[in-house]
């Protein structure tokens, strides 16, 4: 068994969505003794954005890649393959102005890869390339979204529910953390509720 860890918190320390995957990865082990645990940290070490020469080589068959697009894309590969090889996809990553962190959205940039990760039918809908791996996403937020009026600023989980049934991974637990700073009753009800979840994994 295979774990891989995404970290996307710009905090290194105090961080909330960081001190829950710890949690999960050390129940994890608990439960996998043997299992491998492969984390990436995009803060400490930052994907690249995409820039052209990832981009033609994404679209570029592979036998004709020049060494330049092969440079470009070798990072995309080594994410993907690392993601192919996983059995379980733990991914912690605060809410930032209603989205995902910059830093995370690069890693997606790089695995979202057409016919690597996924590709499109005949009928133009999108196939997902990946399969078996259940994922597990911790989200931190300030505020509380479950309200009528808060949910529609939650561009997060939809998001991340869309973009990895994407490229096949739809067995999706998602652990939510709100009111982090807004409203510590509910943060700890829900935090409570996390770890309680994460025990039963």
């Known amino acids: 068994m295979q774990l891989l ?10 961080s909330d969505s960081r001190a829950i995957a710890d949690q999960f990865q050390q129940q994890w082990k608990n439960s996998h003794p043997n299992g491998i645990v492969i984390t990436r940290d995009i803060i400490k070490t930052p994907i690249p954005h995409l820039h052209q020469k990832t981009i033609e080589g994404f679209y570029s068959a ?6 330049e697009q092969i440079e470009a894309t070798a990072l995309s590969d080594t994410l ?4 192919k090889n996983t059995d379980v996809l733990l991914l912690s990553t605060p ?4 989205g995902v962190p910059s830093a995370l959205k690069a890693w997606i940039d790089h695995i979202s890869r057409i016919n690597k990760t996924f590709r499109v039918s005949d009928e133009g809908s999108f196939i997902g390339m990946l399969e078996n791996i259940k994922a597990y996403i911790i989200i931190t937020a300030g505020a509380v979204y479950t309200s009528d009026e808060m949910k529609a600023l939650d561009f997060v989980n939809p998001y991340l529910r869309a973009i990895l049934g994407l490229i096949g991974i739809t067995d999706i637990t998602f652990l939510s953390l709100e009111g982090t700073t807004m409203d510590p009753n509910t943060y700890e009800i829900m935090k ?10």
């Open 5 to 14: 860890r995404i970290d996307a918190s710009s905090r290194i320390e105090n």
């Open 62 to 67: 592979q036998k004709n890649l020049t060494s």
């Open 80 to 83: 993907i393959s690392e993601l």
């Open 95 to 98: 809410m930032y102005n209603f």
């Open 192 to 201: 409570e509720k996390a770890l309680q979840t994460i025990a039963t994994i």
